[in-house]
Nanobody, 125 residues
Framework: QVQLVESGGGLVQAGGSLRLSCAAS?????????MGWFRQAPGKEREFVAA???????YYADSVKGRLTISRDNAKNAVHLQMHSLKPEDTADYYC??????????????????WGQGTQVTVSS
């Protein structure tokens, strides 16, 4: 079992910054294949945001590339999502997720085994 707890969400003006954090327990993050962030806006499907592999490779959705950065802190057993130049369309619930055994679909929600409860991000105009 892997438990994931997100934090850092909140209200920010367009163009502002936030840093989301995901604290993991039950397993070290460097022993899982992939850690990721997804987001889901009201009435929309859950969509891929970013992912980082056990070896440090990173992957981003085209909509966030250049504005959001995923990172891993092995000492704290945590992953982070640094968000800059936020836009109103970034408003969503953001979920941290862990993939124990990667099967090649890093941008698909079905790839991942464990999910956090989510943290809300609201970007105002």
């Amino acid at each position: 079992q892997v438990q994931l707890v997100e934090s850092g969400g909140g209200l920010v003006q367009a163009g502002g910054s936030l840093r989301l954090s995901c604290a993991a327990s039950g397993r070290t993050i460097n022993s899982v294949a992939m850690m990721g962030w997804f987001r889901q806006a009201p009435g929309k499907e859950r969509e891929f945001v970013a992912a980082i592999s056990w070896s440090g490779g990173t992957y981003y959705a085209d909509s966030v590339k250049g504005r959001l950065t995923i990172s891993r802190d092995n000492a704290k057993n945590a992953v982070h999502l640094q968000m800059h130049s936020l836009k109103p369309e970034d408003t969503a619930d953001y979920y941290c997720t862990a993939d124990v055994l990667y099967s090649g679909r890093y941008n698909s929600p079905g790839e991942y085994d464990y999910w956090g409860q989510g943290t809300q991000v609201t970007v105002s105009s």
